[in-house]
């Protein structure tokens, strides 16, 4: 009699499962219905569709996905070739150009409905400030993806043994750092400082107030290719250069080849980025045993302030396309994996299995975390904003070397950070259009007025050039943005 009993007990709850209701007859967000939705990724060196992270889904939600990623190449021409047959896909993971480009097409379905009905958790979830990141002529296209958090990725870095020997300290404004500079140079015989191509900027740049692409000064955004400062930031730079007091074959460097000169031993400060700590740290040590390094304070300008450049911006938006045969369902199953207790299983696995809490803070259990969870970030579909900055900070405690100066750049940049005030905003069509082709124009100019190949004098015909070629559109666009927010 009892098997009886729990025999029909089970078949009650399989069927309201299927029907996608709890048992006080709610909405369970998409969990049970087995739907076979199909979702479009961007490209990555892994099989979606046999990773764990899509069988962790599918039993955490009942719902299965059949994923697809788009090609390595050609993607563009590649996802607007199956918007235009209307292919059936439910679920799109796009960067900010492909959004902007489907959703001013008309190719994706608006979402507040859906949202309203069926966006619980996912509600819960974003904070209203990012909203308008996905907010086109007032209406809703997208899941906005938001990051870690607000963080300090890169800070100066120096040989503190050889600072030591040369009775040193470190440097606070950018005067001292060229004293430093020059000291090391006559002293040790080396580069003082290197560098990559695509660090020109960084924390020197914002001891000069050029902390981000875009800045608010009297309630309007100017552009760091019109900053005032900018020609005294050249002049600096281009002093460094000529005395050799920077790498003289920066513009040519990859980040590689700059990690390779620092580790060893040709040059004596290097912009570190945390995530590159554990090999620049193990090759140096490999080099010179007992080297040590120590983090230089961030730069501080003409008035003691030091300031972080941190853009928060959405990488990733999530969309359903108008061609979906399933708009709901794949709205339920958004909405089912920023529940709570889905979402931390997304972000750090299981409790005892991929993650343990220690004073109050995620460790990743090695190896099952690395095995289970490298491609784990593939699969979001929008984050807990509130939650992930910390269940984020699990992924650099894998190591106590990224783990270390992960929290040393954080502690030098506490109450620092600058965000660039265009980090949500909405897709604006001028800056989509023009951004690539105007950070080009403007990175390569700058290289030339460091070295000297063009005198800092000419700045301003770059800055017209920039202007004509479409920077006065994108100026002029982000400023209707901001001031009608």
Not at 123 to 149: L, N, R, V
Not at 223 to 252: C, T, V, W
Not at 361 to 367: D, F, N, W
Not at 387 to 401: D, F, L, S, T
Request: charged share 25%; proline share 5%.
């Amino acid at each position: 009699m009892k098997r009886k009993v729990g025999l029909t007990l089970l078949a009650l709850l399989l069927s309201l499962s299927m029907f996608g209701c709890s048992s006080d007859g709610s909405s369970s967000s998409g969990k049970g219905k087995n739907s076979g939705l199909r979702m479009l990724m961007p490209y990555s060196r892994f099989d979606p569709n046999k990773d764990f992270m899509a069988s962790y889904i599918q039993e955490k939600t009942g719902v299965q996905v059949n994923y697809e990623m788009l090609p390595a190449e050609n993607f563009d021409e590649k996802l607007n070739l199956l918007v235009a047959n209307k292919e059936p896909i439910d679920i799109m993971k796009l960067s900010s150009g492909q959004f902007y480009q489907l959703a001013s097409s008309g190719a994706l379905e608006p979402l507040d409905e859906l949202i309203d009905e069926h966006g619980d958790y996912i509600k819960s979830a974003i904070k209203d400030s990012t909203w308008g990141s996905a907010t086109i002529d007032g209406k809703i296209y997208a899941i906005p993806e938001a990051g870690s958090g607000a963080s300090a990725g890169e800070a100066l870095v120096v040989r503190q043994d050889w600072m030591d020997e040369l009775g040193l300290e470190a440097p606070k404004n950018p005067e001292e750092l060229y004293t430093v500079l020059k000291t090391i140079k006559e002293k040790k015989q080396i580069v003082p400082l290197t560098g990559a191509k695509d660090s020109i900027y960084g924390d020197i740049a914002s001891a000069f107030g050029i902390v981000n692409d875009w800045e608010d000064q009297n309630g309007k955004l100017v552009h760091k290719a019109e900053h005032p400062r900018m020609k005294e930031f050249l002049s600096y730079m281009n002093r460094l250069y000529e005395e050799g007091l920077i790498d003289q074959e920066m513009p040519i460097n990859t980040a590689a080849k700059a990690i390779e000169k620092f580790t060893s031993g040709k040059a004596a400060m290097y912009k570190l980025a945390w995530w590159n700590s554990t090999n620049t740290v193990n090759s140096l040590k490999q080099n010179f045993p007992d080297a040590k390094l120590s983090v230089i304070p961030y730069l501080q300008d003409a008035d003691g302030k030091a300031s972080v450049g941190i853009n928060t911006g959405i990488t990733w938006f999530i969309a359903i396309p108008k061609a979906s045969k399933h708009k709901e369902e794949a709205m339920k199953l958004l909405n089912a994996k920023l529940a709570p207790d889905v979402f931390k299983g997304l972000a750090i696995g299981d409790e005892g299995v991929h993650h343990e809490l220690k004073d109050g803070k995620y460790y990743p259990i090695l190896p099952k975390f690395n095995e289970d969870l490298t491609n784990g970030s593939s699969y979001m579909t929008g984050t807990d904003e509130h939650k992930y900055p910390e269940y984020w900070q699990a992924r650099v405690r894998k190591e106590p070397i990224l783990q270390s100066y992960f929290e040393a750049f954080q502690k030098e940049a506490e109450g620092h950070l600058v965000i660039d005030p265009m980090s949500l905003a909405p897709p604006i069509d001028a800056v989509n259009k023009n951004k690539l082709k105007l950070m080009k124009l403007l990175d390569d100019n700058v290289l030339k007025f460091i070295t000297g190949a063009e005198p800092v004098a000419n700045y301003d015909q770059v800055l017209e050039q920039w202007y004509a070629e479409g920077g006065k559109d994108m100026v002029k666009q982000a400023n209707d943005w901001y001031t009608n927010r």
